[in-house]
């Protein structure tokens, strides 16, 4: 691993070493089973603030605190009786807004001012190691400078940042996108971000109506950008490709002899999910000035998929 600042790390996948540098407020990247984020000590605001500059945030959005148990989640924030019972299906790529804790130890910055905090904790082995040997709460954006596509190797977060961060390396990301973000608002359970687990999913396994966020809801979730998760290469949405492109398919796909991913022969979404930034990486990298992306169903995981798709297409 590489160090900002004097400290050293000899083992890239020892999250002894990657806490050590967390706790002397240092950054260093970490995989979940989303994506790779670029981790700092939440309470430490000028850690806090080192990971705007690092990716070039052009302002303050709240960040994702990643716990490694309830306990430490529930120091943070006041959890209803809906909330615990979200809470349950953690570790889950799914982060839970909830009403701040007075003097919850958190750095302002990490949270924008506001009175809200949101919350996860990640189903990832070395994700809950470094925050567990870390001792506290870890802002965790994904690894990515930003407006490019979200890391899902460890390989693509030292690429990002032309090595200069540390990265813990756990392989790749089994989900692929972001957590789903839920806000819990009295009874009503509102998404304020499709992502790896399905609204459907929850809904399903808690009995109780997820609802959309409206268009106006980029002013609850702050971050959400139109252009966001943008390649560099134009994105064409739900069609085939021409010559001169790249070919992001999906199932079935017509032969074409240009560059060409399928995100998912057999038209599985988890796995779709899963390969949907590095494939795109992959075609980026090609040159190729468009990526032709293949039409996927909006259903389950699909969701998140589209979101994403239609984000990186967006006009920047
Ligand atoms: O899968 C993930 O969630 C990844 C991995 C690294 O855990 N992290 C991630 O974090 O995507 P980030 O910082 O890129 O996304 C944070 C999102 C933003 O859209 C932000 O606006 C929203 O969470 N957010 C954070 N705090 C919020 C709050 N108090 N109210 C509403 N939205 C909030
Ligand atoms: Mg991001």
Redesign the pocket.
């Known amino acids: 691993m590489k160090m900002n600042d004097g400290l050293t790390v000899s083992d890239p996948t020892d999250p002894q070493e990657a806490a050590a540098l967390l706790r002397a407020g240092q950054l260093c990247a970490f995989p979940?089973e989303?994506?790779?984020?670029l981790g700092a000590d939440a309470t430490n605001p000028d850690a806090v603030l080192a990971i705007y500059e690092t990716k070039g945030r052009p302002r303050f959005?709240?960040?994702?605190i990643?716990c490694a148990d309830i306990g430490m989640a529930e120091a943070l924030a006041q959890f209803s009786p809906l909330a615990r019972r979200l809470a349950a299906l953690w570790p889950a790529?799914l982060?839970l807004?909830l009403p701040a804790r007075a003097g919850n130890g958190l750095a302002d910055v990490a949270?924008?001012g506001?009175d809200?905090?949101?919350i996860?904790i990640?189903d990832h082995p070395l994700a809950l190691a470094v925050i567990r040997a870390a001792g506290r709460p870890l802002a965790?954006?994904?690894?990515n400078p930003s407006g490019k596509l979200?890391p899902t190797t460890a390989e693509q977060v030292r690429r990002g940042f032309g090595g200069e961060v540390p990265v813990l390396d756990g392989g790749p990301c089994k989900a692929g996108?972001?957590?789903t973000?839920i806000?819990v608002d009295g009874e009503r359970l509102v998404q304020?971000?499709a992502?790896?687990m399905a609204r459907s999913e929850i809904e399903d396994r808690l009995g109780v109506a997820v609802e959309q966020a409206s268009a106006d809801a980029a002013v609850?979730?702050?971050?959400?950008l139109k252009s966001h998760y943008a390649p560099g290469a134009l994105l064409r949405l739900n069609t085939t490709p021409r010559d001169g492109e790249a070919y992001l398919a999906f199932g079935d796909a017509p032969d074409f002899s240009g560059p060409t991913r399928n995100l998912s022969p057999s038209g599985d979404l988890h796995e779709a999910a899963r390969n949907l930034f590095s494939m795109l990486h992959d075609l980026d990298a090609t040159g190729a000035p468009t990526i032709a992306v293949a039409p996927i169903p909006a259903t389950g995981l699909g969701e998140a998929i589209n979101d994403r798709l239609e984000r990186a297409a967006a006009p920047r």
Do not use: F, Q, W
């Not at 959005?61 to 994702?64: K, S, T």
């Open positions: 979940t989303t994506v790779y984020g959005n709240p960040l994702i990643h790529p982060s807004v949270t924008a506001l809200t905090v949101a996860r990640p965790a954006p994904s690894a979200s996108v972001e957590s973000i806000a304020l971000r992502g790896a609850a979730a702050p971050g959400m």
